[in-house]
């Protein structure tokens, strides 16, 4: 019955876990699966699953194979352990060896899956490490490119960790086999192992001393490159003169300690020459790589800081500089003395004429106040875009009007996910104009969206926007209702291409687990030319669809020439490997917006485009997603023509040039010219000055579209330089 038992118990664990994590993976994965081929980007689902496989198996049977191996050797002369059953001092019964080495068989195949699948998370490392493309720059210290630091370090460090971890894991799987055993215990008179359990121990800690010899050379050096023990980031004169050789002294009495521990099994004196080999790793590793340097950094750099890091800082200036694209900004002197004339104004009229008489926020709560029309309405964020409108260039704010199904009357599933389905145009004004009433001027407004002006308003259902959080049936026997028009409603039916279709019963028996709706399953409404829009917020789309790229906080929407929405997300290629590089808040080292994301309202389609073909890391992803990123000249004029300079990237370029300005190592030092970003006080907050204005540049020819802010001395408020990012 024993067998029977035990099968049936087992039988049952297995499919509590099939039910648990295997069938909601695999419904996920089906998801997924029809999702992104509706994008048509299967290719990112599927290197990301044959990669992630690849690094679980491999990590898997690894860790299974060490630990295992360790267990059998451990388990040679295992003797019955006693066991407590029934009254605690009865010690009478012994547990059987079978039942021990079965647990511990189970823990390591449990373990050996836990760090698979933390081994599998690091998939988008692993092809950096695969694909990558030289940066074409060196690093001045190691003298290694660049890409070293952001490819291959990461992955090095990874793989030495792994062992160093399987190695002190074994050793304790060992160490508590054989005291389980005998063959090692401790009593308060003796201690004592046996020769298989000291040979066995010993061996183990002669590999870790190894290990920790190798993650000194091959991780431990090169992470020198990220130190703060100067005033800056990246090695400082400590670093190179006395941590750089201590770590090479460290590696030494790593290997020494090593040759200890086996001459010791040699001997037959394991214990005492163990202990040795500690001692001596643990004292040159604190002489050689804390309390050296730390004496020379204030005994003999603090004094005369400067002299001493005048090289480094250089090498910190220039690689931040080099980092965050400050290298590349033209400088140019601009006469603040001059006197304004009517012929300046004349000569300057596109600049005058868009003069901003509006700001963002306040024109967001009157959109919303005489625009909105229905309460399911909400307009998300205004934006500043310019277009040529009859004739001329104008700047103007654009706010999309999107559907809030958490404001709709009535929240039933025919409501939210069948007939209300997707929000509606968008509202359109000048920045220099107001009416009399003190109201902006509206050049396309109402439902359904008219427009004053040349800007058409073809398609302005917007089915993929900011608010579109839930999932839409569309084609299905519910109307699907478009706009309100009096007292009246005008329904649609959606004729795009986007969405996955229904199909038969397996498919819509998935999506219905999927989306954990049984009305999904059952609705009669809902049949096998039905498509369900889903993941239709934009920035989740772009994210899940790219998932190798960092995404900017301020998606906007652009109107093409046939009159259809589209919206642009900027997107960086971002490393926090750069070295000597300054860090901002979340550690990144190096930032391009490599990536322009277009996804249309309406269809729902994700298109990326390379705008800046040069940057390495967009390079490399391209090489490990072949055909997913598109070349900028592929992508339409009428959108180019609305490409602008990203706000997050300015903000971080401004803020870290109020400072990078200075190249020269002893200006940065005393920081003798440092600069600061005025800031206004708005809605209780203080926001750094910033604006996207048109203007005609000085020596320039036609007024343009730029972002700008201004630049003060620290603590003054006076105009020292003024930073512009040309969008045109």
Sequence with gaps: MRPAGRSTALVIVGGVLAILIVFPALVRFGASWLWFGELGFRTILTTEI????????LAAIVVFAVLYLNLRLARRYQRPIPAIVGDINDLTQRMPVEALTRLSSVGVVVLSLFIGSIASSGWLSV??????????????????DVGFY????????????????????????????????GDIGFTPHRKWMTRPASVHVATLLAVFFVLAAVQIWLVGVPMLLYASTGPFNGASFTDVHTRL???HVSAVAALAAAGLVVLGLTRRKSTPYTAAAVALYAAVS??????????VQKLVVAPTELTRERPYLTHHIAATRTAWGLDSVQTREVNAEQVLTMRDIQEN???????????????????GQIQEIRTYYDFVSVDDDRYWIDGRYRQVHLSPRELNVASLPTRSFINEHLTFTHGMGFTLAPVNQVTAEGLPVLFVKDLPPASSVSIPTTRPQIYFGELTSSYAIVNTKQREFDYPAGEANVFTAYEGTGGVPIGGLFRRSLLAWHFRSLKLLLSGDITAESRILFRRGIVERAAQALPFVRLDSDPYLVINDAGELKWVLDAYTTTRRYPYA??????TTYTRNSVKIVIDAYHGTVRAFIAEPKDPLVRTWAQAFPGILMPLDSMPQDLRAHLRYPEDLFRVQASLYTAYHMTGPDEFYHREDQWQIPVLGQNGQENAFMRRIVMRLPDEAREEFIFMSPFTPRGKDNLAAWMVARND
């Design 50 to 57: 044959a990669t992630r496989a690849v690094l679980f198996g």
């Design 245 to 247: 050789p201590g770590l």
């Design 286 to 295: 604190f002489l050689a790589r804390v309390a050296v340097p730390a004496g």
């Design 150 to 181: 952001v490819y291959r370090l990461p992955v090095i460090s990874g793989v030495v960790a792994l062992f160093s971890s399987l190695t002190v894991l074994s050793l304790l799987v060992a160490v508590a086999t054989y005291f389980t055993s």
């Design 127 to 144: 092809l950096q490490f695969l694909h990558g493309v030289p940066f074409g720059v060196v690093d001045p210290v190691l003298g290694r």
């Design 582 to 587: 300054q860090p901002v808040a979340d550690g």
């Design 349 to 367: 009229g596109a600049t005058i004429e868009n003069v901003r008489l509006w700001d963002r926020e306040p024109l967001l709560q009157t959109f």
